[in-house]
C-alpha cells in the first residue's frame, strides 16, 4: 500500500519516490532527480527521482493488468469509493491546502478553493455513477420496428494522465474522476514542480480502497511524459498543458491513434461595456488577471474597457491593483503568492522586456511586501493600450501581467476579443441583457462568464477553441471523453424471418 506516500513528518525534507507502482513505491528511477522548491522562499524542500523508461512501462502494465477486474465493478461500487476519496480529501484539507502553500506558495483561500473544487469534482462523479441511466445501454430509433439498435458507452482503458503545475490537484481530480468513474486505469505524470501533492492525493486514493495497479504516479519532466504518450498500452491521454507541449502530444497520440483530451494554453478577455459598474468591473478584471500570480489557463489579461469609461476604470484599477498584497501564504492578507519558480519568473520577466522594447507602456504596478524578498515574486502589473501584435497582448504570458485597450462599439469589443488563435474563456460585464445576449453568442470561446468572477463548476464543462485544446472536462461530457461508444443493431426477438 502506499497510503503514506508523499507525506513527511513536520520539518523532515520530503523525498519522492520515482514512482508508485501497483502499491509500492519505487525509489531508484533514472539517473535524473529534481528539487522540490518552496516558491515563496525559493528553498530547496525536497527531492524527487524521476522514473526511468523501464518503470513507465512497468507503471502502464500495472494499470493493464488493473484494468479487467476494474473495468467489471459496478459504477455504483466505483462511485462509493469516489465518495470516500471526497470524504478523505475533507479529513485531510489541512494538510493538502498546507502542502500547495508550501509548494506553489499559494495564499490559504486559494489552496482551499483548490481543496474543495477537487472534492466537488469527486462527489460530482460519484453521482454520475450512481445514476444507473449513464452507464446504462439505451435504445436508439430506427426507422425499422424489426430492429433494436442500442448504444453501450464502456471504458476506454489505460490512460496517462499528465498535468501541470498551476493547479496541479485540481487539474488531476479533473482527470482522474471521470477517468474511475468509467472504469479505465490510469497512470499519471505530475508536473516535476509540484508532484508532492499529486503524491498525497495518490495516498489518499489508496486509502479509499481503490485496487493497487488502478491508479499509479510517474515522476519526472517532459521526457517522462512523452515516454507515456508512445506507449503502446496506452489507450488514451489526457494531458494539461501549455499549447507546444500539447501539439507533440498529439503527434505521439497519432501512431497509435490514442484518444486525446487537450487542455491548453489560451489569452482570455474581459470585456467592460460602458453600462457596467466600475467596482464590479474592477474586482473582475483583478480576479481574473491575478489569481494565482496570473498563472492560469483562464486568465483574461485583455481587457477591454469601453472609451467613455476608460479614464475612471484605469483609475479604480490602479487603486485595486496597488492594494493587492504580494507575499507568502504567511503574511496576513496576502492575495497573490509567488510564480513558481526562478525559471518562470525568468521567463515572464522576458516577455515583458520584449513588449516594452516593442513599444508597450506599463502604466501602474503593484508593490512586493519585504517578506517577498528570497521567493519566486512579481509585482503585478498593468500596460495601457498596447499595440494588436505587441507579445503582451498576443502571447499567454502566464504571469501578473494584464493588457488593457478601450473600444467603442461592442463590435469592435468582439472582433478584438476573438482576435487570437486561442478560445477558452471570456468574461462579459454589463447591464444591459440583450448585449450579454450578444456577447455569449458572438465570443469565440469554450467558456463565457456574464457579471461573475472564474465560477467554475463540475457540472459544467471545461475546455477550449482553437489552440485552446481538443475535448472537453467535468461534466457528463468528461466522463464520456473516457469512454468508448458502441452501438449494436439486431433483429428483436419474435422478428426472425420464417424457418431461421
Ligand atoms: P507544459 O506543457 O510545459 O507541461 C505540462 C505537463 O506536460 C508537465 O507534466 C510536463 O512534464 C509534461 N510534458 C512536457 N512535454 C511533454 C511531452 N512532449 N510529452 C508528454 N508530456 C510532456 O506546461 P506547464 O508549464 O507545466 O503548464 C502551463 C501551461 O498549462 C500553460 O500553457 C497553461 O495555459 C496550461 N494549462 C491549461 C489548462 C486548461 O485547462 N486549458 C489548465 C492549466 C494549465
Not at 514512482?19 to 530547496?44: D, Q
Not at 493497487?212 to 504518450?229: C, H, I, M, P, S
Not at 484518444?259 to 474592477?282: F, N, P, Q, Y
Request: contains cysteine; charged residues 15%.
Amino acid at each position: 500500500m502506499v497510503a503514506n506516500a508523499g507525506r513527511c513528518a513536520d520539518n523532515q525534507a520530503l523525498v519522492l519516490p520515482a514512482a508508485l507502482i501497483a502499491g509500492t513505491t519505487f525509489s531508484a528511477g533514472s539517473e535524473v532527480r529534481s528539487p522540490v522548491c518552496n516558491a515563496s522562499t525559493g528553498e530547496t524542500i525536497g527531492w524527487q527521482q524521476h522514473a526511468s523508461a523501464e518503470l513507465v512501462d512497468r507503471a502502464v502494465h500495472a494499470a493493464h493488468d488493473a484494468l479487467i477486474a476494474w473495468r467489471h465493478t459496478t459504477p455504483a461500487a466505483r462511485g462509493k469509493l469516489l465518495r470516500k476519496i471526497a470524504e478523505l480529501l475533507e479529513a485531510d484539507r489541512a494538510r493538502l491546502c498546507a502542502m500547495q502553500m508550501q509548494v506553489s506558495g499559494k495564499p490559504p483561500f486559494e489552496a482551499d478553493l483548490d481543496v474543495s473544487d477537487a472534492i466537488a469534482t469527486f462527489i460530482y462523479y460519484a453521482g454520475l455513477c450512481e445514476d444507473a441511466s449513464v452507464f446504462a445501454a439505451d435504445s436508439v430509433a430506427v426507422p425499422d420496428a424489426t430492429l433494436l439498435a442500442e448504444r453501450m458507452h464502456e471504458p476506454v482503458g489505460v490512460c496517462a494522465l499528465i498535468v501541470p503545475w498551476n493547479f496541479p490537484m485540481v487539474t488531476t481530480a479533473w482527470k482522474l474522476a471521470p477517468a474511475l468513474a468509467a472504469g479505465c486505469t490510469v497512470v499519471i505524470k505530475p508536473s516535476e514542480l509540484t508532484s508532492p501533492v499529486e503524491h498525497m492525493l495518490a495516498g489518499i486514493v489508496s486509502e479509499s480502497g481503490v485496487p493497487d495497479g488502478v491508479v499509479n504516479v510517474v515522476n519526472g519532466g517532459g521526457e517522462v511524459g512523452a515516454w507515456l504518450t508512445t506507449h503502446p498500452l496506452v489507450d488514451k491521454i489526457s494531458f494539461t498543458g501549455s499549447t507546444a507541449s500539447g501539439r507533440k502530444v498529439m503527434q505521439a497520440a497519432a501512431e497509435d491513434m490514442k484518444r486525446i483530451t487537450l487542455e491548453l494554453g489560451g489569452k482570455s478577455a474581459l470585456i467592460v461595456r460602458e453600462d457596467a459598474d466600475v467596482t464590479h468591473a474592477v474586482s473582475l478584471a483583478v480576479g481574473g488577471a491575478f489569481t494565482n500570480a496570473g498563472q492560469m489557463c483562464s486568465v483574461t489579461s485583455r481587457i477591454l474597457v469601453h472609451d467613455n469609461l476608460y479614464r475612471k476604470f484605469m483609475a479604480a484599477f490602479e487603486t485595486a491593483v496597488r492594494a493587492i498584497v504580494v507575499g507568502p501564504p504567511q503574511v496576513a492578507d496576502a492575495a497573490m503568492g509567488p510564480l513558481i519558480s526562478a525559471a518562470q519568473r525568468a521567463r515572464v520577466a522576458a516577455l515583458v522586456a520584449q513588449g516594452v522594447e516593442a513599444g508597450a507602456q506599463v502604466a501602474f504596478a503593484g508593490q512586493l511586501d519585504p517578506a517577498c524578498a528570497d521567493g519566486f515574486f512579481m509585482a503585478p502589473m498593468v500596460v495601457a493600450e498596447p499595440a494588436a501584435d505587441n507579445v503582451l497582448w498576443t502571447d499567454e504570458v502566464f504571469g501578473p501581467v494584464a493588457c488593457v485597450k478601450s473600444f467603442r462599439s461592442d463590435d469592435e469589443a468582439i472582433s478584438l476579443a476573438n482576435d487570437t488563435r486561442y478560445g477558452l474563456v471570456a468574461t462579459v460585464v454589463t447591464n444591459n441583457e440583450s448585449a450579454a445576449r450578444r456577447y455569449k453568442a458572438q465570443l469565440r470561446a469554450g467558456l463565457v462568464w456574464v457579471n461573475t468572477p472564474q465560477l467554475i463548476f463540475p457540472q459544467v464543462c471545461w475546455g477550449g477553441l482553437g489552440l485552446s485544446g481538443i475535448g472537453r472536462e467535468l461534466g457528463v461530457a468528461g466522463l464520456r471523453s473516457y469512454q468508448e461508444m458502441r452501438h449494436t443493431v439486431g433483429l428483436r426477438s419474435g422478428s426472425l424471418p420464417a424457418g431461421l
